[in-house]
């Protein structure tokens, strides 16, 4: 296999020694590249030779002298160099299987790449690696490989995944273990499936595989379930067990090895009518993509930037901010902190219900564009209306359900303002006015 060369930067190292556009880069070293991984393991190194085969199929060998670390300056027409793969499971709890019909084709694509979670921190469920890929993986010392696991019980994962390769795929995790590599594991929580004494095996497993850290998140269910697994949301009393046995276990691990290592989502304490934990118990905070400390540190963060901000008691004015039903509660008292410095600006919290999704997702990430504008039609809405970046893709300008900011701020008459989720941004965005 061989990838093309798309273009190559000015005067970088490679463009000095001739090599163009339409070039074929076959190996580097004598390794030969497959995609974005060996590319960029092995062009680091001060003294390369690359193979390259020239568009009229003749193979020359280039010798090439750069700074270690420097950019070779190659572009490729994608950016991992090969085809994104997706998923081979069919996973009891996909939330993707759950999205209704007619969305943007780029919301159903089931993401299962192991490249995509070295460089961007995506979790791979291991199904999808081959042979080669685990090897070239431990030679190359990758880590932290993150992991969805959900149960380290063979049989119950085949289950769980619709995958009858799904068990053997766990072999992986001891053979990562015995290379030294670093281990981020995720388990989605389903009541009476993988929670109970299946997931205080899984936690045992994971203990002796050396993992570094353990998020489990509650299994989230839309109205979109027809035709699939029946499974039941988490109520508050199955919450607090499940609760229970994660932070008993995260005790042990603190007593044994100094860290936690194992966490609950904040949905979890939220769920269970139990307060927050405090900074300190996050340990840094390793699991924020899965929801691990999000609303503790959002709260650190205003705490923090209040701190360090000049400000004006007489400032008077009126803005809105909205979230998810789930953290309202929470940011409530986080926009408080707020109000006690600039006592004059009136914030107007609002919580959204999902009715999108059928009501039970209840998250800040999942609200669409739609359920804004029915919901806060008629409202206070002051002088700009604040919602956090995670509602949005990636370029920040379309909801779940493709509705756009702009159509938002037009139907609502309100100047809708992004705030990137940080502390720092939102008592900036509230503290400035328009």
């Known amino acids: 296999m061989s990838v093309t060369i798309k273009d190559v930067e000015k005067h970088s190292a490679a463009s000095k020694k001739g090599v163009s556009a339409g070039d074929i880069l076959l190996s580097i070293n004598g390794n030969e590249i497959v995609d974005v991984l060996d590319y960029r393991f092995y062009q680091v190194n001060s003294r390369l030779e690359l193979e390259i085969q020239k568009p009229d199929g ?47 084709d780029t919301l159903y694509f089931k993401d299962d790449d192991s490249r995509l979670s070295f460089l961007f921190g995506n979790y791979i469920t291991l199904t999808n690696l081959t042979e080669h890929e685990i090897s070239r993986i431990i030679k190359m010392h990758i880590s932290p490989i993150n992991i969805s696991v959900h149960t380290t019980n063979p049989e119950l994962r085949c289950k769980m995944m619709n995958n009858r390769f799904a068990g053997k795929a766990l072999d992986a995790l001891k053979r990562f273990s015995e290379a030294g590599l670093s281990m981020n594991c995720q388990i989605v929580a389903c009541p009476g ?43 508050p009393e199955t919450a607090a067990d499940t609760l229970d046995l994660i932070e ?20 979890f304490y939220i769920k269970a009518k139990r307060p927050l934990p405090e900074p300190d118990y996050y340990e840094g905070y390793p699991a924020l993509e899965n929801g691990v400390g999000l609303v503790t540190l959002l709260r650190e963060e205003v705490a923090f930037a209040l701190e360090e901000r000049d400000f004006d008691p007489e400032k008077s004015y009126t803005v809105s901010a909205a979230c998810g039903e789930c953290t309202y509660e929470e940011l409530k008292k986080t926009l408080s902190l707020i109000n006690a410095k600039y006592p004059n600006i009136k914030i107007n919290l609002y919580k959204i219900k999902n009715d999108f999704f059928g009501g039970q997702i209840d998250v800040t990430g999942l609200v669409t564009g739609g359920d804004l504008i029915r919901q806060l039609k008629g409202r206070e809405l002051g002088s700009k209306l604040l919602i956090p970046s995670c509602m ?43």
């Open 193 to 235: 499936i993988n929670d109970g004494e299946e997931l205080k095996r899984t936690l045992e497993d994971l203990e002796k595989y050396g993992v570094e850290c353990v998020a489990v998140v509650p299994v989230g269910l839309t109205r979109y379930r027809e035709n699939l697994f029946p499974l039941t949301p988490y109520t």
């Open 392 to 434: 949005l893709r990636f370029e920040g300008d379309i909801f779940l359900d493709d509705v756009s900011v702009e159509n938002v701020g037009r139907e609502l008459g309100v100047a809708v303002r992004v705030t990137e989720g940080s502390g720092e941004s939102i008592v900036e965005e509230i503290s400035k006015e328009d």
């Open 248 to 267: 008993s276990f995260g005790d042990k691990m603190k007593e044994k090895y100094g860290r936690r290592k194992v966490y609950a989502a904040d949905e």
């Open 58 to 104: 003749k193979i020359k060998k280039i010798k090439i002298k750069k700074q270690e670390y420097e950019e070779l300056g190659l572009e490729f027409s994608s950016y991992l160099m090969d085809k994104e793969r997706s998923c081979r499971n069919k996973c009891i709890f996909c939330f993707i299987d759950q999205l209704p019909e007619g969305m943007r």
